[in-house]
């Protein structure tokens, strides 16, 4: 089912966008925010819970991308819907840790 795999595909890249700033602050020993916070999403968690939930969802996007169809890389739509996952995602992102970090302003105080 062709629209299925897209979709499978779009938060594959919104699972590996994700993995990206939490293991990378995990692996820098930093804590960083996370699901598992108090709050959840605005409070900080531990380097090692990030690193955690980082490669969580690497193996979430590994199974959507490598296991669901026939993911292919030369396949605009495929790669299309890859795309939009991790633009959607980091748009998303941007803003609400912006909003939390003081990165919305473009006159940083």
């Not at 993995?19 to 930093?30: E, K, Y």
């Not at 941007?94 to 302003?105: K, L, M, V």
Request: hydrophobic content about 45%; aromatic content about 12%.
């Amino acid at each position: 089912m062709p629209g299925i795999d897209l979709l499978a595909y779009a938060f594959g890249g919104v699972f590996l966008t994700n993995a990206i700033p939490h293991t990378v602050s995990g692996l820098m020993g930093r804590s960083f925010q996370s699901p598992f916070a108090s709050p959840p999403g605005k409070g900080l968690s531990s380097a090692t819970v990030n690193v955690l939930w980082g490669f969580f969802n690497l193996a979430l996007a590994y199974g959507l991308l490598c296991h669901v169809g026939d993911f292919r890389i030369e396949r605009l739509d495929h790669v299309g819907s890859l795309a939009f996952g991790m633009l959607a995602i980091g748009l998303f992102t941007a803003r609400h840790f912006g909003a939390i970090n003081g990165g919305n302003s473009s006159n940083p105080s």
